[in-house]
């Protein structure tokens, strides 16, 4: 089952933790976690969530198989015969909110969060963090690089520099969300079915006695598909007049040269000559194909030296994320069922930005009547939110910075996804995640998603959820104050 992930694709904490809860009889104690990032990356001022799909399958089929348990009767641990049985039929019975792939999301705000028993949370959060950090990370990646391409084309190319199968192959699928138009990985393109798209590598060339033979073939090969490589000798002197040659021969079979791709040198300086030199052999409709080592930085700098490029071949740095390896998701305890009912928890640290934020919630969206955001809102799962009346938001850190708001829709983020273990949520298509995302950035003024210095755009909280922490977090000062005889 292609789909399939092991149970025990978690930290070996997740499983002690669930015996010593076994042990101490609170295993099936219901409980609430939010998983959510703390910084943005790349210094860009959003991230796109991704990662939810693969989630999705995981929790569906989420069972602790007979080799499994045999593996873990391996352990030192020594557990309990009573817990194999608990895990022979574990199943996930919980709920999960989430938000779905594709929204523009930022810190502490909940991009998942999870309810039910304590040992089916614990197991989950590994594999939960593991899949939509990363591929929220990609996608965020991939969004910056699609936002200065502007309408150009991009492919994805990432596949032999990525961190292995599963990051090339889910990692093309979060590029893709992100506004990507093809990868060159064509089992993602089988998985999803995302376009794929590709040119050759310079083993073509070397493989004949000479460029213009290779060319030649491989015309012969894709005369309605051919790009052609031109940087393998000397990019202006061999490889555009012998890619025009091989143009002009298909102009006469009534076909058109596709593209040409340069892979190294001045690639502002060479695609300008490129240009040039194809119009002036009337080959005004082939493409010109920038790939090496490019990202949003490159790419943007390029086009601001008029470089005549029509579509971009990006790989390394987006399919690894090169400059930021991990989003740094959390997914921390925010509630606890206890005498039937939801009670607050926190986890304070000395960093202000660590402390958590208590309490199962729910995200708003505040759009203008133009459907621009003014700010996200969190509240408490049961507040209700009067569109009718102005509505004031307040920064959670600068309680002085408030802002009045007539006139808005709140649009709620978070989706349920399971409920008491049953998927209800239907799977959008790959399309519909693309176009989603699409019209959740034109939600956003361009100041908020430019690549460099973007302006921050403010999560609020509601009165209620934030008395509700600050009372929390009196709380736990005064029970250390008591513990220590200073109350
Ligand atoms: N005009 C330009 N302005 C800014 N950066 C450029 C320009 N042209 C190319 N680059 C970038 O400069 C880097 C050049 O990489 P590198 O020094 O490895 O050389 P290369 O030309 O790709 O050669 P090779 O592939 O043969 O090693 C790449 O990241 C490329 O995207
Ligand atoms: O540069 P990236 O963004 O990672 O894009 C993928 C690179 O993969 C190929 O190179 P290849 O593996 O042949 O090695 P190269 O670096 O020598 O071009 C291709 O020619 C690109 O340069
Ligand atoms: O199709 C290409 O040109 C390609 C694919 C993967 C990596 N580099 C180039």
Same mark, same amino acid.
């Given at each position: 089952?292609?789909?399939?992930?092991?149970?025990?694709?978690?930290?070996?904490?997740?499983?002690?933790?669930?015996?010593?809860?076994?042990?101490?009889?609170?295993?099936?104690?219901?409980?609430?976690?939010?998983?959510?990032?703390?910084?943005?990356?790349?210094?860009? !001022?959003?991230?796109?969530?991704?990662?939810?799909?693969?989630?999705?399958?995981?929790?569906?089929?989420?069972?602790?198989?007979?080799?499994?348990?045999?593996?873990?009767?391996?352990?030192?641990?020594?557990?309990?015969?009573?817990?194999? %049985?608990?895990?022979?039929?574990?199943?996930?019975?919980?709920?999960?909110?989430? &938000?779905?792939?594709?929204?523009?999301?930022?810190?502490?705000?909940?991009?998942?969060? *999870?309810? @039910?028993?304590?040992?089916?949370?614990?197991?989950?959060?590994?594999?939960? &963090?593991?899949?939509?950090?990363?591929?929220?990370?990609?996608?965020?990646?991939?969004?910056?690089?699609?936002?200065?391409?502007?309408?150009?084309?991009?492919?994805?190319?990432?596949?032999?520099? *990525?961190?292995?199968?599963?990051?090339?192959?889910?990692?093309?699928?979060?590029?893709?969300?992100?506004?990507?138009?093809?990868?060159?990985?064509?089992?993602?393109?089988?998985?999803?079915?995302?376009?794929?798209?590709?040119?050759?590598?310079?083993?073509?060339?070397?493989?004949?006695?000479?460029?213009?033979?290779?060319?030649?073939?491989?015309?012969?090969?894709?005369?309605?598909?051919?790009?052609?490589?031109?940087?393998?000798?000397?990019?202006?002197?061999? !490889?555009?007049?012998?890619?025009?040659?091989?143009?002009?021969?298909?102009?006469?079979?009534?076909?058109?040269?596709? @593209?040409?791709?340069?892979?190294? !040198?001045?690639?502002?300086?060479?695609?300008?000559?490129?240009?040039?030199? &194809?119009?002036?052999?009337?080959?005004?409709?082939?493409?010109?194909?920038?790939?090496?080592?490019?990202?949003?930085?490159?790419?943007?700098? &390029?086009?601001?030296?008029?470089?005549?490029?029509?579509?971009?071949?990006?790989?390394?740095?987006?399919?690894?994320?090169?400059?930021?390896?991990?989003?740094?998701?959390?997914?921390?305890?925010?509630?606890?069922?206890?005498?039937?009912?939801?009670?607050?928890?926190?986890?304070?640290?000395?960093?202000?930005?660590?402390?958590?934020?208590?309490?199962?919630?729910?995200?708003?969206?505040?759009?203008?009547?133009?459907?621009?955001?003014?700010? %996200?809102?969190?509240?408490?799962?049961?507040?209700?939110?009067?569109?009718?009346?102005?509505?004031?938001?307040?920064?959670?850190?600068?309680?002085?910075?408030?802002?009045?708001?007539?006139?808005?829709?709140?649009?709620?983020?978070?989706?349920?996804?399971?409920?008491?273990?049953?998927?209800?949520?239907?799977?959008?298509?790959?399309?519909?995640?693309?176009?989603?995302?699409?019209?959740?950035?034109?939600?956003?003024?361009?100041?908020?998603?430019?690549?460099?210095?973007?302006?921050?755009?403010?999560?609020?909280?509601?009165?209620?959820?934030?008395?509700?922490?600050?009372?929390?977090?009196?709380?736990?000062?005064?029970?250390?104050?008591?513990?220590?005889?200073?109350?």
């Amino acid at each position: 089952m292609d789909n399939y992930i092991s149970a025990l694709h978690t930290d070996k904490y997740q499983i002690t933790m669930m015996y010593a809860h076994f042990k101490n009889g609170s295993h099936l104690n219901w409980r609430a976690f939010d998983l959510y990032f703390r910084n943005l990356p790349f210094g860009n !001022g959003y991230v796109v969530a991704a990662g939810l799909e693969r989630a999705i399958k995981y929790l569906e089929n989420l069972h602790f198989s007979k080799e499994d348990i045999a593996y873990l009767k391996t352990l030192d641990e020594n557990f309990d015969p009573a817990f194999y %049985d608990l895990l022979r039929n574990f199943r996930f019975t919980g709920n999960i909110y989430a &938000l779905p792939e594709g929204t523009i999301t930022f810190p502490g705000v909940p991009m998942l969060r *999870a309810e @039910g028993p304590i040992m089916e949370l614990q197991l989950i959060e590994t594999a939960l &963090l593991n899949f939509i950090g990363f591929q929220s990370l990609i996608a965020t990646k991939a969004a910056r690089i699609r936002h200065v391409a502007q309408s150009d084309q991009l492919m994805e190319f990432g596949t032999r520099r *990525a961190q292995e199968k599963d990051a090339a192959v889910w990692g093309a699928r979060a590029t893709y969300i992100a506004g990507f138009d093809s990868t060159s990985n064509t089992l993602a393109g089988k998985k999803f079915g995302i376009p794929t798209s590709g040119t050759h590598a310079h083993a073509w060339i070397q493989d004949f006695p000479s460029e213009l033979d290779a060319f030649r073939a491989y015309a012969k090969a894709f005369p309605d598909q051919c790009v052609l490589l031109v940087d393998t000798y000397d990019t202006l002197r061999s !490889g555009l007049p012998n890619a025009i040659k091989v143009g002009l021969e298909l102009e006469e079979q009534g076909k058109t040269l596709k @593209g040409i791709r340069i892979d190294s !040198g001045d690639l502002a300086y060479l695609s300008k000559q490129a240009r040039k030199m &194809l119009d002036n052999a009337g080959l005004t409709e082939t493409k010109i194909i920038a790939s090496s080592d490019l990202d949003e930085f490159t790419i943007l700098n &390029l086009k601001s030296q008029n470089a005549k490029v029509d579509s971009w071949g990006v790989g390394t740095k987006v399919i690894t994320a090169h400059d930021k390896p991990a989003l740094g998701a959390v997914y921390k305890m925010v509630s606890r069922y206890e005498n039937r009912k939801w009670e607050p928890t926190i986890k304070i640290s000395s960093n202000p930005a660590k402390v958590t934020t208590p309490e199962r919630k729910n995200v708003y969206r505040i759009l203008d009547q133009k459907n621009k955001a003014h700010g %996200d809102l969190l509240t408490l799962v049961d507040e209700e939110i009067d569109e009718s009346k102005p509505l004031t938001l307040f920064h959670p850190v600068h309680t002085f910075r408030r802002k009045k708001i007539k006139g808005f829709k709140a649009v709620p983020l978070l989706k349920n996804i399971f409920q008491n273990g049953k998927l209800v949520y239907q799977l959008p298509s790959l399309d519909e995640i693309r176009s989603y995302h699409r019209e959740q950035l034109s939600q956003f003024w361009e100041e908020y998603l430019r690549i460099l210095n973007p302006e921050e755009y403010h999560v609020n909280m509601s009165d209620k959820l934030w008395k509700t922490k600050r009372d929390m977090i009196q709380k736990v000062y005064q029970m250390i104050k008591m513990e220590n005889g200073e109350a």
